[in-house]
């Protein structure tokens, strides 16, 4: 029995015991919906366009945040490892700030920039820059020095040392940093979102708690837990394989 097969079992198993479980259950239906109900309710917000516009907006949050954190971070590992006052001045504060959850920055966020999608934007970029940073300077710093001087016999330096040596070398490190700092994203896209700032899977969330829809809230988990394991395992776990044996790593 392969992976997938014993997964699409293992979920139809856990799938009968919810909707058998919700028959015999004592809960009311508003506590405790069937897995029918769940996906009549999910069915119906996609055929509305209330769930795809909500996940269209929160995907394009997460796309635009994360985007930033990416380029930022390999700025700030870049400087971090090329320089050792900036290794030792603020790559000191990064490896201090990564240890604050990205929503608790909210708070500030809101104070900042208003209960608006800037705040949601920055908590975004905030959870995953810190991550990238680090992974980049673990990249840059792991780069073989054989590598390093043999190009530089050659005659390479600046810009295209970096462009030729440093950064390939560096990418499965900034692959699995890619990865994480994603979760990282998602997960403070949707605490965010939860407040009700603009409009997303979040506030969708948060409408179905407000309203007692147990059925959209549990839709609304589903959505969310669908998008982050298609991110996570068919598009950067595949690249983080194929990057790890094309460089040899694995």
Same mark, same amino acid.
């Given at each position: 029995?392969?992976?997938? =097969? #014993?997964?699409?079992?293992?979920?139809?198993?856990?799938?009968?015991? %919810?909707?058998?479980?919700?028959?015999?259950?004592?809960?009311?239906?508003?506590?405790?919906?069937?897995?029918?109900?769940?996906?009549?309710?999910?069915?119906?917000?996609?055929?509305?366009?209330?769930?795809?516009?909500?996940?269209?907006?929160?995907?394009? #949050?997460?796309?635009?945040?994360?985007?930033?954190?990416?380029?930022?971070? =390999?700025?700030?590992?870049?400087?971090?490892?090329?320089?050792?006052?900036? @290794?030792?001045?603020?790559?000191?504060?990064?490896?201090?700030?990564?240890?604050? /959850?990205?929503?608790? %920055?909210? /708070?500030?966020?809101?104070?900042?920039?208003?209960?608006?999608? !800037?705040?949601?934007?920055?908590?975004?970029?905030?959870? +995953?820059?810190?991550? !990238?940073?680090?992974?980049?300077?673990?990249?840059?710093?792991?780069?073989?020095?054989?590598?390093?001087?043999? +190009?530089?016999?050659?005659?390479?330096?600046?810009?295209?040392?970096?462009?030729?040596?440093?950064?390939?070398?560096?990418?499965?490190?900034?692959?699995?940093?890619?990865?994480?700092?994603?979760?990282?994203? %998602?997960? +403070?896209?949707? +605490?965010? @979102?939860?407040?009700?700032?603009?409009?997303?899977?979040?506030?969708?969330?948060?409408?179905? #708690?407000?309203?007692?829809? !147990?059925?959209?809230?549990?839709?609304? !988990?589903?959505?969310?837990?669908?998008?982050?394991?298609? *991110?996570?395992?068919?598009?950067?776990?595949?690249?983080?394989?194929?990057?790890? *044996?094309?460089?040899?790593?694995?």
């Amino acid at each position: 029995m392969n992976t997938t =097969l #014993r997964r699409i079992l293992f979920i139809m198993t856990l799938a009968v015991i %919810w909707e058998a479980t919700s028959k015999f259950s004592s809960l009311p239906d508003f506590m405790f919906p069937s897995l029918t109900q769940v996906l009549r309710t999910l069915f119906t917000g996609i055929t509305n366009g209330q769930i795809t516009a909500a996940i269209l907006h929160s995907i394009g #949050r997460l796309l635009l945040g994360f985007s930033i954190a990416v380029v930022l971070g =390999l700025l700030l590992g870049y400087f971090i490892w090329r320089f050792q006052f900036v @290794e030792d001045t603020l790559g000191f504060i990064i490896t201090a700030l990564q240890s604050i /959850p990205s929503i608790v %920055w909210l /708070p500030l966020a809101i104070i900042w920039f208003g209960l608006n999608n !800037m705040a949601i934007l920055f908590i975004v970029t905030i959870g +995953a820059t810190w991550t !990238m940073t680090i992974s980049a300077i673990s990249g840059f710093k792991n780069v073989p020095q054989l590598y390093q001087r043999v +190009a530089k016999t050659f005659g390479s330096t600046g810009f295209h040392f970096l462009r030729t040596v440093i950064f390939p070398a560096s990418i499965p490190h900034i692959i699995s940093g890619l990865r994480i700092a994603w979760a990282f994203s %998602w997960r +403070a896209l949707m +605490a965010g @979102e939860l407040l009700g700032a603009g409009t997303g899977l979040g506030q969708l969330l948060e409408a179905g #708690r407000a309203l007692g829809q !147990m059925d959209l809230v549990i839709s609304v !988990m589903i959505i969310i837990a669908v998008i982050g394991t298609i *991110m996570d395992n068919i598009i950067f776990l595949r690249l983080e394989k194929r990057v790890q *044996m094309k460089w040899g790593v694995s």
